[in-house]
Nanobody, 118 residues
Framework: VQLVESGGGLVQAGGSLRLSCAAS????????MGWYRQAPGKQRELVAT???????NYADSVKGRFAISRDNAKNTVALKMNDLKPEDTAVYYC?????????????WGRGTQVIVSS
C-alpha cells in the first residue's frame, strides 16, 4: 500500500491549508485513515483520524480548527486546517490502518511539511 500526501507548504498564522492523501495498492478493509504530525525534536502525535464509519477523533490542540474528511470510494483522506498557528508547524503524515483478514496493518506516507510563520 502506498500513501501519497500533498498540500503542505508555508502559510502565515491565521491562514489555511488543505492536506490530501491518496492510498493505492492492495487494501483489504480500511479500519481508519488519519493524520499525524511530528515537529522537530518532538514525538509523532495524532492530529485526527476518521474510521470507515466516519467517526472522527481530534487532538485537543486542533479541535474546532481542523476538519478531517474521507472518500471511501477513492481511498482518500483530507485535512482542512484553519486558523493555523506557529505551533502547528510540523511534518504531517498520512496513516492508514487496514484489516487484512484479521491482521491489523499500519501504513504511513512519507510526509508533507507544513510551516506556519508568525
Amino acid at each position: 500500500v502506498q500513501l501519497v500526501e500533498s498540500g503542505g507548504g508555508l502559510v502565515q498564522a491565521g491562514g489555511s491549508l488543505r492536506l490530501s492523501c491518496a492510498a493505492s495498492g492492495t487494501i483489504f478493509s480500511i479500519i481508519a485513515m488519519g493524520w499525524y504530525r511530528q515537529a522537530p525534536g518532538k514525538q509523532r502525535e495524532l492530529v485526527a483520524t476518521i474510521t470507515s464509519g466516519s467517526n472522527t477523533n481530534y487532538a485537543d490542540s486542533v479541535k474546532g480548527r481542523f476538519a478531517i474528511s474521507r472518500d471511501n470510494a477513492k481511498n482518500t483522506v483530507a485535512l482542512k486546517m484553519n486558523d493555523l498557528k506557529p505551533e502547528d508547524t510540523a511534518v504531517y503524515y498520512c496513516n492508514l490502518r487496514d484489516n487484512a483478514r484479521g491482521i491489523p496493518l499500519n501504513y504511513w506516507g512519507r510526509g508533507t511539511q507544513v510551516i506556519v510563520s508568525s
